[in-house]
């Protein structure tokens, strides 16, 4: 029998979906999904983590199963303090953080908000800001999404997402997977809103913030977050790691589980990790 969801209500009235799952003895993992995404994309990592970690999987407003208020756009600092309040709520200390694109980026506004709070992190796909270039590629797969719904919008975006030899070998899941997640009675808004929320986000003068250990992973063959970006986040972070990753593109927990879970596995051990810029 498949969980029933949780549902947590924010002081906003704001209800977000919720799961918890994995060691009840174990450090807290939170996992943050990417844009227009929700906690299936977390599927191919979980069971190499639920057996050491104490894991949160949530949908952010507008995503999955939680509400889509009509107001927007959601602001990327937005949907961290309301992450915040859900840790607030569910008793969540000192968790690592563990986020996907504008996951990450949310990441990054928890760990420069309250240094010192967390365990760690590893960051996927983690640009510091939205450049002019993001923003025209933004505005973009939202025209699409307003003018052909999501398979237009997938067509749009699945170049810049995922390595050639995934998006080749899955693209017809993928396309498929896509219109499930941002349509199947999804509020048209709720999509809009995410992708808008990213606009004008820069957190370039306040990475200096982080306390804590951060790994920041990149595909080599990401064309949407490309390494160059990402490297420039790892460089402002006092105590960074960065870490390129052959064949894979913007999703490496979706393109390579396995592979992913090991990476952070070995990070994570570490007793004493090695930093750099």
Not at 228 to 234: F, I, R, S, V
Not at 243 to 254: Q, W
């Given at each position: 029998?498949?969980p029933?969801?949780?549902?947590?209500?924010?002081?906003?009235?704001?209800?977000?979906?919720?799961?918890?799952?994995?060691?009840?003895?174990?450090?807290?993992l939170?996992?943050?999904?990417?844009?227009?995404?929700?906690t299936?994309?977390?599927?191919?990592?979980?069971?190499?983590?639920?057996?050491?970690?104490?894991?949160?999987?949530?949908?952010?407003?507008?995503?999955?199963?939680?509400?889509?208020?009509?107001d927007?756009?959601?602001?990327?600092?937005?949907?961290?303090?309301?992450?915040?309040?859900?840790?607030?709520?569910?008793?969540?200390?000192?968790?690592?953080?563990?986020?996907?694109?504008?996951?990450s980026?949310?990441?990054?506004?928890?760990?420069?908000?309250?240094?010192?709070?967390?365990?760690?992190?590893?960051?996927?796909?983690?640009?510091?800001?939205?450049?002019?270039?993001m923003?025209?590629?933004t505005?973009?797969?939202?025209?699409?999404?307003?003018?052909?719904?999501?398979?237009?919008?997938?067509?749009?975006?699945?170049?810049f997402?995922?390595g050639?030899?995934?998006?080749?070998?899955?693209?017809?899941?993928?396309?498929?997977?896509?219109?499930?997640?941002?349509?199947?009675?999804?509020?048209?808004?709720?999509?809009?809103?995410?992708?808008?929320?990213?606009?004008?986000?820069?957190?370039?003068?306040?990475?200096?913030?982080?306390?804590?250990?951060?790994?920041?992973?990149?595909?080599?063959?990401?064309?949407?977050?490309?390494?160059?970006?990402?490297?420039?986040?790892?460089?402002?972070?006092?105590?960074?790691?960065?870490?390129?990753?052959?064949?894979?593109?913007h999703?490496?927990?979706?393109e390579?589980?396995?592979?992913?879970?090991?990476?952070?596995?070995?990070?994570?051990?570490?007793?004493?990790?090695g930093?750099?810029?």
């Amino acid at each position: 029998m498949k969980p029933q969801p949780t549902f947590a209500t924010l002081r906003s009235g704001v209800k977000l979906h919720f799961r918890v799952q994995g060691n009840p003895d174990g450090p807290w993992l939170v996992l943050l999904n990417g844009l227009l995404s929700d906690t299936t994309m977390w599927a191919g990592v979980l069971p190499g983590l639920t057996g050491r970690y104490r894991i949160l999987t949530f949908d952010s407003r507008g995503q999955g199963r939680s509400d889509a208020p009509e107001d927007g756009p959601y602001p990327t600092a937005l949907l961290a303090q309301e992450a915040w309040e859900l840790f607030g709520i569910l008793g969540v200390e000192r968790p690592w953080l563990l986020g996907l694109s504008n996951g990450s980026a949310m990441s990054l506004e928890l760990l420069t908000t309250y240094p010192g709070t967390f365990a760690g992190a590893v960051l996927t796909s983690a640009m510091p800001h939205i450049d002019f270039a993001m923003a025209l590629k933004t505005e973009h797969w939202a025209h699409c999404l307003e003018v052909g719904g999501p398979l237009m919008q997938f067509d749009a975006v699945a170049p810049f997402l995922w390595g050639d030899a995934f998006l080749e070998a899955r693209h017809g899941v993928l396309r498929a997977y896509h219109q499930v997640v941002t349509g199947a009675g999804r509020p048209l808004h709720g999509n809009l809103h995410q992708i808008r929320g990213i606009l004008g986000w820069d957190i370039r003068e306040r990475l200096s913030l982080i306390q804590e250990t951060v790994l920041v992973l990149s595909g080599a063959e990401d064309l949407l977050t490309p390494p160059w970006k990402c490297l420039d986040t790892a460089r402002r972070i006092t105590r960074s790691r960065f870490e390129i990753v052959p064949g894979i593109g913007h999703a490496y927990p979706v393109e390579d589980p396995k592979g992913f879970v090991a990476r952070i596995h070995r990070f994570m051990d570490k007793d004493d990790v090695g930093f750099g810029g």
